[in-house]
């Protein structure tokens, strides 16, 4: 093996063989190097997953190396990221369900595995912090955590801040895998707040840890662009997608192995960066399931654009739900996570961390990032929350009213809502109708793998024929289904509802393009070549935002 291992990212090249190849021997990629190689009972819900006590990070099967079966060596390419701890590559015959150890490589590691890496973006509880989170190897006791930043060209002297530092345990953890095979070590995972920022003003920033003596290991260096003030009329982009995922470049296998889609999206919005300000991905971040490594793989996916923008995200069945842990749904997508990585891996500005809900202003937009795990019914703090955020926009300036969840609380024509005898997750739509007399414009779900767009909507019924080109008075809020940008892809069921406009089974993400106060593009496109497959305008003047529709308006008298 062979490679500089002074980067947060390396390509190693793994040889082997033996004298007795068979068709289901792998290699497969271990850190800590030193594993437990007994087998162990795995948590049933992913049958054909190696048997091991130890679960490995990845794997390839060895003739996945041309010559192998027929002269018993091959050589296999990984890519590793730099997950704090050291490496080995072990071959094992008998498949996934009764391996057996033929042979472990020497250890490697990276060049310092405490290394701080990959660092998120995010937007803070006002328009004028940026905050910035990062994972290391370095506790407190150890290192001090901060954040070089500036103005991009300013001459003046750079600001540090020091950052706060916070981990979770193996008892943090509610149930299999993540207590079990699944567990390792998440490291330690800092966040600095960047304030007093001048809107639209570039600035840079450095990660570091200032060790005892007083030598600084540092990140690498990254510019972003501070946000507009709320109100503030200039261009404003915004990505919205759900369900991502994470997959391997390297084409190994590894567990909870469903997100086909993952890279493309990644690669587009890596592509496009200049052409967005902000991302917001709602729910079903990794996958991980409980295998806690992959937490890493996803940050190490998503820096390209999260250390340069503010990737805003929401909780998803998959971060946070497990039975009898206070969540909504009583199901095990989480594989005994409950919530906890999501909640200290990312920053987001709520009050509460374990309640995921919260508001962003972002210019002429406000943002509801819902909590679709949490009881969102009336008469809960999160139905006041809600009804607390979308009552107190001022929308002669921020006129873009934005809901986001996870969940599908709205429409969907996807084929297992039908099989409910339903459209939408019981209890959602009727809950939320109240608040949607707050005019909404447009509401977000993930959760459902694929793309659908309704009509504005008004209690179930189309309020106008019109499909491209929105204008006038609001009376209907259009629901959007976005959660087609990574994992495996849902079906439609075979009648099309009359309220749905367009679908698409692909991969792909929407875009939002605020051009003024009274101009807003919505855009959806596919992963694969990044073009624009559906969209639709909204014109309208404040006046529009102010005419009484429906049940938005009290009753009014004459003056006497």
Not at 141 to 152: D, K, L, N, S
Not at 305 to 315: D, E, G, L
Not at 478 to 488: D, E, M, Q, W
Request: proline share 6%.
């Amino acid at each position: 093996m062979h490679n500089r291992m002074d980067e947060d990212t390396v390509w190693v090249t793994v040889k082997y063989g033996w004298e007795n190849p068979s068709a289901d021997d792998w290699i497969a990629v271990f850190s800590p190097a030193d594993f437990i190689s007994g087998s162990c009972p795995n948590p049933s819900r992913y049958p054909g997953e190696p048997l091991l006590c130890t679960a490995p990070i990845k794997y390839q099967y060895a003739n996945y190396s041309a010559n192998y079966l027929h002269g018993g060596k091959g050589a296999i390419r990984f890519q590793l990221i730099n997950q704090r701890s050291d490496f080995s590559f072990a071959l094992l015959a008998g498949g996934l369900e009764n391996p057996t150890l033929v042979a472990v490589s020497k250890q490697v590691a990276f060049k310092n595995p405490k290394a701080p890496v990959f660092p998120r973006l995010a937007q803070g509880k006002t328009h004028d912090e940026m905050t910035v989170t990062w994972t290391s190897g370095y506790d407190i006791g150890e290192a001090y955590p901060f954040v070089e930043w500036g103005v991009v060209a300013s001459g003046g002297n750079p600001t540090r801040t020091p950052a706060g530092t916070l981990t979770f345990s193996r008892g943090s953890m509610c149930g299999e895998p993540a207590r079990t095979v699944g567990w390792r070590d998440p490291g330690f995972i800092h966040t600095a707040f960047m304030r007093g920022l001048w809107p639209n003003k570039e600035y840079f920033y450095k990660i570091g840890h200032e060790l005892s003596d007083g030598t600084v290991v540092w990140g690498k260096s990254y510019t972003f662009r501070a946000p507009p003030t709320p109100g503030q009329n200039s261009l404003q982009r915004i990505i919205v997608f759900g369900d991502m995922g994470k997959a391997e470049r390297d084409g190994s296998n590894e567990f909870a192995n469903y997100q086909p889609g993952s890279l493309n999206t990644t690669d587009k919005l890596v592509e496009d960066l200049d052409n967005y300000d902000i991302v917001f991905h709602i729910g079903d971040l990794p996958y991980a399931n409980g295998y806690l490594s992959q937490w890493d793989q996803f940050t190490a996916q998503v820096a390209p654009i999260s250390a340069k923008k503010p990737y805003m995200v929401a909780s998803g069945n998959h971060e946070r739900d497990w039975p009898n842990s206070g969540g909504f749904f009583d199901v095990k997508d989480s594989g005994g996570e409950c919530g906890v990585p999501a909640e200290t891996m990312y920053y987001y500005p709520a009050e509460n961390r374990a309640n995921f809900w919260y508001k962003v202003d972002y210019g002429m937009f406000r943002f509801y990032v819902a909590d679709s795990e949490h009881d969102w019914r009336e008469g809960t703090p999160q139905y006041k929350f809600i009804e607390e955020c979308l009552s107190t926009v001022d929308r002669k300036h921020q006129p873009w009213l934005i809901f986001a969840a996870h969940w599908v609380l709205g429409y969907s024509s996807n084929s297992w809502y039908a099989d409910q005898g339903s459209f939408e997750e019981p209890e959602g739509r009727e809950s939320l109708q109240k608040l949607w007399r707050y005019r909404v414009d447009i509401a977000f779900f993930g959760h459902v793998h694929n793309y659908e767009r309704t009509c504005p909507l008004y209690q179930s019924q189309c309020v106008t024929n019109e499909r491209s080109n929105y204008s006038g008075t609001m009376n209907g809020i259009i629901f959007v289904v976005a959660g087609g940008s990574g994992s495996h892809l849902s079906s439609y069921t075979s009648a099309i509802p009359k309220w749905s406009v367009f679908r698409d089974k692909d991969y792909g993400f929407t875009k939002l393009t605020a051009f003024n106060h009274s101009s807003l593009l919505f855009e959806y496109k596919k992963s694969s070549e990044g073009k624009v497959y559906d969209s639709f305008t909204i014109h309208r003047d404040y006046r529009d935002v102010l005419g009484c529709v429906h049940d938005s308006c009290f009753p009014t008298t004459l003056a006497t």
